[in-house]
């Protein structure tokens, strides 16, 4: 068996891999921002009356005639009606995003939350109406009527002026969020956008095979005593360190082998790893044993649910979801499904010239050490394809699209192990166009004849799928 050669690790990249886990996980979710935008507007509401009772004998008369003018009574009212709007307006906005979410779930794949979650514009627009709403209260607070000779009047106009602001900004804000959201809720810019998030994780995370990579090495393989490594909790590996592990397996003067790729599920008290000893004469045992056991859980990390920080297959499992609904008795909507399958092809094609399969972590000697599973461009394909083939067995135009991502494939490929994964796809799906009849079937056999004369490199013009009319 072979496999890739990665090298040692480098501290920085393993380093910006943590952040970059980090930052999906913060991204994913709908409170940070505005979080942090309520407290700057907490800051902001205090800080700026104050800068009011600074500056206010200074302000030049061409700056105040823009500026708030009226008096404390009138400042609470404004300060009262933005605030009172802005949280209404929050409301409705909450509430048009959770239709969203569901809407998504239903219709497409619940796995696409996590994407509707992460939209910036929802983001910054939900952090924008909540900080006007909390900036207007903390100025309220500061305005004062003249009581007498110890209280004398006070209005910030240089907050009030700010609230104002603040509030046009919201409205603007919520016109583009409308815009934005329905623009959002469509499957073309669903697909896109998890097509683009695939395609840039693949990008990070996965190198390019050039011949400068040289062949592949092979992977060290356990030995029958090797030792199992059982996982702690129960989820989706999410994160594997890969530096952790290989601190480890020096120390212990170690080979380990990760079996359970990111993405993979986990059960608890189930093997995740195997170790054995480098050098045979030095057994691993007792403490150093439990010691490395120990570092290899904590280096695969687990979640919930899956993430695109590391996990390629995810975004083909999105996608791929979203074709299966599509084909589903409920929906019964083809047309996204091939929508769906193009969106799959275009993943699959940026992912040709990566090294896919499981890879080697070597030492500062150049001695591999870790060997980490990844799915290889068979299994990502056969993602895509399966479900795709048995609930779209009766629809033409599936097959058709089933058939022009093999096209396009077996065009790009530049292996033999990829020809190989796309021929066997190909049998697959000549076995379901056999169970049409007419018309229908000849559309069909004819495009399939043209994916077969690409693999010699003789480019065949795909034509159009056949009608579902042409089903007999």
Request: with cysteine.
């Amino acid at each position: 068996m072979t496999g890739e050669s990665t090298g040692h690790t480098n501290p920085l990249e393993v380093l910006r891999r943590r952040r970059r886990v980090l930052a999906e996980a913060l991204r994913s979710r709908l409170w940070p921002l505005p979080a942090v935008a309520v407290l700057l507007a907490v800051l902001a509401g205090i800080g700026v009356p104050e800068l009011d009772t600074a500056v206010d004998d200074h302000m030049p008369p061409a700056v105040a005639g823009y500026l708030f003018g009226g008096g404390a009574d009138a400042a609470r009212e404004v300060l009262g009606a933005i605030a009172a709007s802005l949280i209404t307006v929050t409301s409705l906005t909450f509430s048009l995003t959770l239709v969203t979410l569901q809407l998504a779930s239903s219709q497409y794949s619940p796995r696409l939350l996590r994407t509707f979650a992460a939209d910036r514009v929802v983001q910054r627009t939900l952090a924008l109406f909540l900080s006007t709403f909390i900036y207007a209260l903390t100025v309220l607070r500061t305005v004062r009527n003249e009581t007498g000779t110890d209280t004398n009047e006070f209005v910030p106009p240089l907050a009030v002026t700010l609230a104002y602001a603040l509030t046009v900004a919201s409205v603007v804000a919520l016109v583009l969020f409308l815009g934005h959201l329905v623009r959002q809720i469509r499957i073309e810019t669903i697909l896109d956008q998890v097509r683009a998030d695939t395609c840039a994780t693949a990008a990070h995370i996965l190198p390019r095979a050039t011949a400068d990579n040289g062949p592949a090495q092979p992977l060290p393989e356990p030995p029958p005593h090797a030792h199992l490594v059982d996982a702690t909790g129960s989820g989706f590996v999410i994160e594997i360190d890969e530096h952790t592990v290989l601190t480890a397996a020096v120390h212990a003067d170690a080979l380990v082998r990760i079996d359970r790729p990111v993405g993979s599920p986990l059960v608890a008290g189930t093997p995740i790893a195997r170790c054995w000893p480098a050098h045979p004469q030095h057994p691993l045992a007792g403490e150093t044993l439990d010691r490395l056991a120990d570092q290899i859980r904590d280096a695969v990390r687990t979640g919930s649910e899956r993430t695109t920080a590391q996990d390629v297959g995810y975004g083909l499992r999105q996608l791929t979801d979203v074709v299966v609904r599509a084909l589903s008795p409920g929906i019964n909507d083809p047309t996204t499904a091939v929508h769906g399958l193009v969106a799959c092809t275009a993943v699959l094609v940026e992912l040709l010239p990566a090294r896919l399969g499981p890879y080697t972590v070597c030492d500062s000697d150049d001695r591999a050490r870790v060997v980490i599973a990844r799915p290889t461009f068979a299994d990502l394909l056969d993602l895509v394809c399966t479900q795709p083939r048995l609930y779209g067995a009766t629809d033409p135009e599936v097959l058709g699209a089933l058939l022009s991502m093999l096209h396009l494939l077996v065009w790009k490929a530049t292996t033999e192990e990829h020809r190989s994964a796309i021929h066997d796809q190909l049998v697959l799906v000549r076995d379901r166009i056999n169970a049409h009849d007419g018309t229908t079937r000849l559309h069909l056999e004819r495009r399939a004849r043209d994916v077969e004369e690409t693999f010699t490199h003789r480019w065949a013009s795909p034509g159009p799928a056949p009608q579902p009319s042409d089903t007999h």
